[in-house]
């Protein structure tokens, strides 16, 4: 298979897709023939997404959507838009995801809140609300940007409410 076309006729739904990670992610979507739907609370997700369109020439291949993934309707409403562009989805990034690297002491409760709304919820609600979308594809796929099971006390100890989060992603 050539690389560079690994993602041709695929639709992918990325969350967190405005920066970082998540934008890298989508961008080698659409480098690889990939039609991909940022989503992300960032308001300027929409101008990502022709940015990278214009960056890998995929041009009608990339859309931004702004969503609130803490609510059922911000959940909702990506999957519609993404099957609504592009025909459906056929594999979904869960990348998504609040941090604070305070240690338990230090770590407000509304943050704690946050990074549980969205790190875990939010994961689990994208994909809830994807499988009937990925009912009808061809090899659909969740995939979650979060870490494996380590128990081990160097993950816990500095920041204990972001590993709880992040491996409730991974959960």
Known sequence: MNTAQRFQDKIVLVTGAAQGIGRGVAR???????????V????FVAEVAQEIAHEVAADGRTAGFVADLETYEGAHA???????????????????????????????????????QINTRGTFMVSKYAIPFLEKAENPHILMLSPPLDMSMRWFAPHLAYSIAKYGMSL
């Open 40 to 43: 992300d609370r960032a308001d």
């Open 78 to 116: 990506a999957m519609a838009f993404a099957a609504e562009t592009f025909g459906g989805i056929d594999i979904v990034v869960n990348n998504a995801s609040a941090i604070s690297l305070t240690n338990t002491q230090m770590t407000e409760m509304k943050r704690f809140d946050l990074m549980h």
């Open 28 to 38: 080698g979507v659409a480098a690889e023939g990939g039609k991909v739907v940022l």
